[in-house]
T-cell receptor, first 110, second 123 residues
Framework: QSVLTQPPSVSAAPGQKVTISCSGSSSNIGNNYISWYQQLPGTAPKLLIYDNDERPSGIPDRFSGSKSGTSATLGIAGLQTGDEADYYC???????????FGTGTKVTVL | EVLLLESGGGLVPPGGSLRLSCAASGFTFINYAMTWVRQAPGKGLEWVSAISGSGGSTYYTDSVKGRFTISRDNSKSTLYLQMNSLRPEDTAAYFCAKGLRGRSGYGYGLDVWGEGTTVIGSS
C-alpha cells in the first residue's frame, strides 16, 4: 500500500491542461525532492520531472512540477493524444528508508 | 548513450530462486546508486531495492527483506538481484534504474530505466 496518494484518473480534451496531485507526509514529500515519471502503455517508465520542478533535457515545457509542504503537483498543458499514459510521483521516505511511488494516475485525452 | 539491459527473468516455481542481471553502459557505473523497481501485471510501480555506488549500503522494501539480495560488480558495470524463496506475489516485470545523482543519491529520482525482465512465480 503506497504512502503517496494520487487520483486514479484525470481526463481532458486535446489542448487543455490537467493537473495531477500527489499527497504524502513529512517523512517523504515534506523533506525530500519529488520526481514524476511517465509510463506509456507497454513501455518502461521515463523521468519527467526531478527536484520538484526541473525537467530533464528533451522533456517539453508543457510538463511542469511544483511542491508545497507535503503535497506535489504535476501539470500537463496543451494536452496531446501522445500524453495518454500512467503518471507516478516518487520520493525517498526517511522513516521507511525506502523510495516510495505514488498510486499512479491514468491520463486520458478525450 | 546511457543504457541498461536486464536479463535473467523466467518462470520459477514457488520457493525457487532466480538471479536478475542489469548490464550498464554509457556512464561511470560506480558513481551512481542503482535501484530495482517492479510492476505486477496491471498494477503500479513498486520500489524493491537500492544499492550505493560502492555497494556498501543496501535498502529493501519490507516484503522482500531476507529473501532478495541486491549487489553490484563495478568491474563489470553490472547490477544483480538474487531472488530466493519466490512467491506468486513476486510475479512482475522487474526494471533496473539509475539514480539521478551521486553514489548515495537514492532519493533524487531515477533518470535511466531498462526495458525490464519478467519474473513469473508459478508452478
Amino acid at each position: 500500500q503506497s504512502v503517496l496518494t494520487q487520483p486514479p484518473s484525470v481526463s481532458a480534451a486535446p489542448g487543455q491542461k490537467v493537473t495531477i496531485s500527489c499527497s504524502g507526509s513529512s517523512s517523504n514529500i515534506g523533506n525530500n525532492y519529488i520526481s514524476w515519471y511517465q509510463q506509456l502503455p507497454g513501455t518502461a517508465p521515463k523521468l519527467l520531472i526531478y527536484d520538484n520542478d526541473e525537467r530533464p533535457s528533451g522533456i517539453p515545457d508543457r510538463f511542469s512540477g511544483s511542491k508545497s509542504g507535503t503535497s506535489a503537483t504535476l501539470g500537463i498543458a496543451g494536452l496531446q493524444t501522445g500524453d495518454e499514459a500512467d503518471y507516478y510521483c516518487g520520493t525517498w521516505d526517511i522513516s521507511l528508508s525506502a523510495y516510495v511511488f505514488g498510486t499512479g494516475t491514468k491520463v486520458t485525452v478525450l | 548513450e546511457v543504457l541498461l539491459l536486464e536479463s535473467g527473468g523466467g518462470l520459477v516455481p514457488p520457493g525457487g530462486s532466480l538471479r536478475l542481471s542489469c548490464a550498464a553502459s554509457g556512464f561511470t557505473f560506480i558513481n551512481y546508486a542503482m535501484t530495482w523497481v517492479r510492476q505486477a501485471p496491471g498494477k503500479g510501480l513498486e520500489w524493491v531495492s537500492a544499492i550505493s555506488g560502492s555497494g556498501g549500503s543496501t535498502y529493501y522494501t519490507d516484503s522482500v527483506k531476507g529473501r532478495f539480495t541486491i549487489s553490484r560488480d563495478n568491474s563489470k558495470s553490472t547490477l544483480y538481484l538474487q531472488m530466493n524463496s519466490l512467491r506468486p506475489e513476486d510475479t512482475a516485470a522487474y526494471f533496473c534504474a539509475k539514480g539521478l545523482r551521486g553514489r548515495s543519491g537514492y532519493g533524487y529520482g531515477l533518470d535511466v530505466w531498462g526495458e525490464g525482465t519478467t519474473v513469473i512465480g508459478s508452478s
